[in-house]
């Protein structure tokens, strides 16, 4: 089973700076890496799939990065509906398919 | 409108079974594989089980292996998960989640999730 390690556990913030997470495979996931967004009371939703390539209406402040077993979320300017949870998770080697724990992302 | 709407969720003492429903709309359904997901109260998410496209495999997570069922209607565009023997380490918030397909096998729509919880 591939595990997968996000951090940090919370970062804290400011409207419109950046933020940072990065998460990290017991080993390589090739591209096969994806970003999702919790926000309580919602619908999980797909923010990144194949490590960069955004989803559909996904905005352009939204970014990732990485390859083999290390991978980054930027976030480049925190707007306040994106104060969340967020985890990844890859597909490349199943079953099981595996998330990190999470990183929330709180105002500061 | 494209989504999955949950159903089913509720509390259930430990030992006993529940079966949750997920009603797919706006997608043809019967051409993806789809998957359960959960959350427990504090942790993070979890996956659960996933169906082929035309429900001939089924994959399990090893802690409900042999306890839970996932199964399919493609006629009815819905999806279920049958859980017997349900222990209090099963209360969570159930998501169904459709596979984005194209052989990439992660989750490009959600539910808004069932609750269940186990509890005497």
């Known amino acids: 089973e591939i595990v997968m390690t996000q951090s940090p556990a919370t970062l804290s913030v400011s409207p419109g700076e950046r933020a940072t997470l990065s998460c990290r495979a017991s080993q390589t996931v090739s591209s096969n890496l994806a970003w999702y967004q919790l926000k309580p009371g919602q619908a999980p939703r797909l923010l990144i799939y194949g490590v960069s390539t955004r989803a559909t209406g996904i905005p352009a402040r939204f970014s990732g990065s990485g390859s083999g077993t290390d991978f980054t979320l930027t976030i480049s300017s925190l707007q306040s509906e994106d104060f969340a949870v967020y985890y990844c998770q890859q597909y490349n080697k199943w079953p099981p398919w595996t998330f990190g724990q999470g990183t929330k992302v709180e105002i500061k | 409108q494209v989504q999955l709407v949950e159903s089913g969720g509720g509390v259930v003492q430990p030992g006993r079974s529940l079966r949750l429903s997920c009603a797919a709309s706006?997608?043809?359904?019967?051409?993806?594989?789809m998957h359960w997901v959960r959350q427990a109260p504090g942790r993070g998410l979890e996956w659960v089980a996933t169906?082929?496209?035309?429900?001939?495999?089924?994959y399990y997570a090893g802690s409900v292996k042999g306890r839970f069922t996932i199964s399919r209607d493609n006629s009815r565009k819905m999806l279920s998960l049958h859980m017997n023997s349900l222990r209090d380490d099963d209360t969570a918030l159930y998501y169904c989640?459709?596979?984005?397909?194209?052989?990439?096998?992660?989750?490009?729509?959600w539910g808004q999730g069932a609750l269940v919880t186990v509890s005497s």
């Open positions: 989640a459709k596979d984005f397909g194209h052989s990439d096998y992660f989750f490009d729509l």
């Open positions: 169906i082929w496209y035309d429900g001939d495999t089924q």
């Open positions: 706006g997608f043809a359904f019967s051409n993806f594989a």
